[in-house]
């Protein structure tokens, strides 16, 4: 028996100091790289429909340019502002009553379309819920809920309020609470 004391979670030898110096080294790392290559893939994601048509604006005015990295990088950020352009005006537009009567009318028409109705109905209804501006409040506050059985607490999101059939049934105020499950937290109980 030696004098000396390990702490039981360190890491013994040389093979467990280069694994735990990887690990932190991929904890400290990890975030840093997935925000870029989400920065650049948003980038290139915007940028992909205006890029052809700079090209062609270019070559419809008589420019060539050569494809050097800083010019398809100079090409991209202009495309992907553009399209970031484009879109604020949409949501300008969408602001005043032509707009509104429009994309009213744009909603009425992929309602009524049997297969694009469910995938527009879906993204619609997730994107309303996280939205910022959503007059409804999807998910209005935190709350703690006796689930799934007794003594058991889990964390979940108050949706709705307010007298509904259970609650008429049931006699007592009732209210809607979505619990989120792992590993996909758009799923869950009501």
Sequence with gaps: MSGDKRDGNAPSGIGGGIRAAFVTGL???LPVSLTIYIIVWL?????SPAR???QYFLQFFGVELEPTPLVNAGMTILSALTVAAGIAFVGFVS????GRVFFSLLEEILGRLPMVRSIYSAIKQIIDT???GNKEKTFSRAVLVEF???GCWTVGFLTHEGETQFSRLAGTPLVHVFVPTTPNPTGGYM
Aim: glycine residues 4%; contains cysteine.
């Design 27 to 29: 904890l400290l790392c």
């Design 43 to 47: 980038v290139n994601f915007l940028a």
């Design 52 to 54: 052809g048509s700079f």
């Design 95 to 98: 602001r005043n009553i032509l």
């Design 130 to 132: 996280f939205s910022v």
């Design 148 to 150: 799934p059985r007794r």
